[in-house]
């Protein structure tokens, strides 16, 4: 009989996971405690805007090579979309002042030399220290290694950082912040051409996974939590699901792929990250201006980054703890506000959504990348996977497809 690998949780990192295994022709089954696929990453129908939102906005990088590989494996690599070239335009709130940052190709940055290229206010020289980040030690925080200030903190590093480690980047683990830096900003402008997921995460990341593992015979088993696993000192003898529960045979194996609080449940004495960080998204149904670029970076603004689809604006605020008990009205008029006045949009108030992700992230500090477990665990039928075990990356869908190919080259090792 074959060996079956059964994958709990159907968010990025277990779908991919999913997809990897079943193109090498094990037979899998993924366990999925909701009645969707996506986990953290997924779209919906919101019933007060009347059409389908993501939880979250997500930007993707082009240096995201496992997440383009994972794309290029379903055939879905044209639906997340992006510029040719790396740029990024900006306004400053606090005067109004644009600019597109604009990053050229290749490794040599000489983008930094060119003043129409690189953050106005700034010199050529600022941008070095940023390279001590990718030499950091994994027990630094950003703000111990290298103390950045003025324009091209605030017009660069700070939008970077809190964009890719979602916590304030002072505080910011510095090796997370070094691999993200390491990855995209020195790889050259097309490791850092900016993607969106247009049509919306689940028809970017999420549908074409499903109809992958449908098409072969992989069954996504929705509404099936696990909750617990029953197991001897070495090996996971049984998935118990509440309602059944499925006794492994000697070579089936499972792979966790669930957030950390609900891996800590399952394995008793399992070490986690244990801290979180918010992400506020608010959704407003509305054209966006003529003219508006898909991404735009506000500085000086509560909300961070403003994106443009078909029928809707939506914008994002990282680590937004400070705005979870802020009123849903008052969010959403501080936001319009400030959408209205950088893009030109009218200032009366759409129809809008604000969406708070409690724990959104793990809290990308040193102090918590230190918890990040190593996939394998104390049983030898099971492994881990998810944006928070040990992968060198910030928690980010890079970091959950990554993890969860990891875990099937472990598998298939065994
Ligand atoms: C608002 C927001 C914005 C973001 N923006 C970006 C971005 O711009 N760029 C980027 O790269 N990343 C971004 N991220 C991060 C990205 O979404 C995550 O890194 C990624 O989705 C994590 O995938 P995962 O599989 O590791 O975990 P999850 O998506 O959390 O998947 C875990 C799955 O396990 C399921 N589960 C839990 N317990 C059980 C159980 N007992 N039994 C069965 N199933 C269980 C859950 O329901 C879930 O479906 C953002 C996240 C949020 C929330």
Redo the contacts with the bound molecule.
């Keep these: 009989m074959a060996r079956t690998i059964h994958i ?7 779908l991919s996971a999913a997809v990897e295994l079943t193109l090498r022709g094990e037979t899998v089954v993924v ?4 009645t969707f ?5 997924r779209s919906y129908h919101d019933s007060v805007l009347g059409m389908t939102i993501d ?6 990088l082009s240096g ?1 090579h496992a997440v383009l590989a994972y794309l290029r494996l379903l055939g879905a690599e044209h639906r997340l979309i992006g510029p040719p070239r790396a740029e990024f335009p900006f306004i400053d709130l606090a005067n109004h002042e644009q600019w597109t940052l604009r990053i050229n190709d290749g490794r040599l940055p000489w983008w930094i030399l060119k003043s129409d290229m690189r953050v106005p206010g700034t010199r050529a020289l600022d941008y070095l220290p940023l390279s001590r980040l990718m030499w950091a030690g994994r027990d630094r925080a950003v703000g111990e290694v290298v103390r950045f200030t003025g324009p091209l903190y605030e017009r660069l590093v700070r939008p970077l950082l809190l ?1 890719a480690l979602n916590i304030e980047p002072s505080a910011g683990s510095a090796s997370l912040a070094g691999a993200v830096v390491r990855e995209t900003l020195t790889a050259g402008g097309q490791a850092c051409r900016p993607l969106i997921a247009r049509e919306g995460l689940g028809s970017a990341l999420i549908e074409p996974a499903l109809a992958f593992l449908n098409a072969h015979n992989s069954p996504v088993r929705l509404g ?4 617990r696993l029953r197991a001897t000192d070495t090996r996971v003898e049984a998935l118990d699901f509440g309602s059944d529960r499925l006794d492994l045979g000697s070579d089936d194996i499972a792979i966790l ?3 950390p609080y ?1 891996a800590a449940a ?1 394995i008793p004495g399992l070490k986690t990250p244990t801290e979180y960080r918010a ?1 506020v ?1 608010a959704h407003f149904r509305i054209e966006p201006a003529p003219y508006q670029p898909p991404i735009l970076g506000m500085v000086n603004s509560t909300t961070e980054w403003v994106f443009a689809f078909p029928g809707r604006v939506a914008t ?1 605020i990282s680590a937004g703890d400070r705005l979870l008990d802020t009123p849903r009205d008052a969010l959403a008029r501080t936001i319009w506000s400030e959408v209205a006045s950088a893009t030109g949009l009218p200032p009366e108030l759409p129809p809008w959504q604000i ?1 708070r ?1 409690r724990r ?2 793990f809290a990308a500090t040193p102090e918590q990348d230190a918890l990040r477990p190593d996939p394998s665990t104390r049983y030898r039928n099971l492994f881990l ?4 075990t040990n992968t060198g990356l910030p ?6 497809i990554r ?2 190919r990891r875990a099937a080259d472990l598998v298939a090792r065994q």
């Design positions: 709990i949780g159907a968010g990025l990192s277990g366990h999925e405690a909701t696929a996506g986990g953290r990453c939880n979250g906005n997500h930007l993707v995201n964009a099936h939590q696990l909750h792929a669930v957030p609900a399952l992400i998204n994002t969406v992700e959104a992230t996977a998810g944006d928070w928690a980010t869908i890079e970091s959950a993890s969860g």
